[in-house]
């Protein structure tokens, strides 16, 4: 790491992680991100860990999160307005 | 859906949003996504019917600009080292790795851990973490959908992911010492 790069603590990490994952980080900061990552196991386990919760909550939905009756309904109300659907 | 007071309208609702999205297609112009528009109609159908409904909370939600939050840290300060110690802004208390995450993320009780996390955060982070990570909206959709800009979008997404990321660790810790 030169003398130049901003040097970051877990402290700081923890609160730009979102930014980082999100891409909307300056390149300076991305780089001094990167080698702390690369020499600090609790960071990057701390991203690691972030990853997992944001897959976690893409797998909450699913197709049948819609009760039945109101699929019923709208299947209806569809088919009347659409009357040569199958 | 903070809108209204229960369960059953907000079923309501949601069908009243497709019903309004079933006619009303012909008129959409693709100036946003369609989701963002499906989305807007939803949020137009819950704010009409929880002013009828007269039990729903006020729109705070327009409001509380300090609900982003922007003092309050990730995680609790004793999670690292202070001033005094060898090295300042490190970790006291790094996280510990999570075991088979994959898995247990899977099971039936991470599901309510995360649901119920995602429901005890503040109105604006938890619909920004709703469409954003649950929905897979863009980070675009999100801030035509709810009127937020870039910057205020991220930080509530952050709040939010973090404090569901802490209640996810209390679960993977719970589950170590059992």
Not at chain 1, 26 to 43: K, R, T
Not at chain 2, 34 to 41: D, F, K, M, N
Not at chain 2, 73 to 78: G, I, K, Q
């Amino acid at each position: 790491m030169s003398e130049n790069e901003p040097q970051i603590t877990c402290r700081d990490l923890v609160e730009l992680v979102t930014d980082y994952l999100e891409g909307q980080i300056a390149a300076v900061e991305q780089h001094a991100i990167d080698d702390h990552l690369g020499e600090c196991p609790g960071c990057a386990e701390y991203v690691r860990q972030m990853r997992l919760t944001i897959q976690a909550m893409r797998g909450l939905v699913s197709d049948e999160a819609m009760f039945p009756q109101t699929r019923d309904e709208l299947m209806r109300a569809f088919s009347a307005l659409h009357p040569s659907y199958p | 859906m903070q809108h209204v007071p229960s369960r059953a309208v907000a079923e309501e609702v949601v069908q009243d949003t497709w019903l309004g999205v079933i006619n009303g297609i012909e008129r959409f112009e693709g100036r946003s996504s369609l989701r963002t528009w499906i989305y807007r109609i939803l949020l137009n159908n819950a704010r009409t019917r929880g002013v009828r409904e007269k039990r729903t909370l006020p729109f705070s939600y327009f409001r509380r600009r300090s609900e982003e939050g922007d003092d309050e840290p990730a995680l609790d300060a004793d999670r690292f080292q202070g001033r005094r110690n060898a090295h300042p802004g490190g970790w006291a208390r790094p996280p510990v790795e999570w075991s088979s995450p994959e898995e247990r993320l899977a099971s039936d009780e991470a599901r309510t851990v995360l649901l119920e996390a995602i429901a005890a955060l503040p109105p604006r982070q938890r619909q920004v973490i709703t469409l954003r990570d649950v929905q897979g909206f863009s980070s675009e959709e999100v801030r035509n959908a709810l009127d937020v800009s870039e910057t205020n979008q991220r930080v509530l997404l952050h709040r939010g992911r973090s404090k569901v990321r802490a209640a996810l660790e209390g679960y993977f810790e719970s589950g170590d010492a059992a």
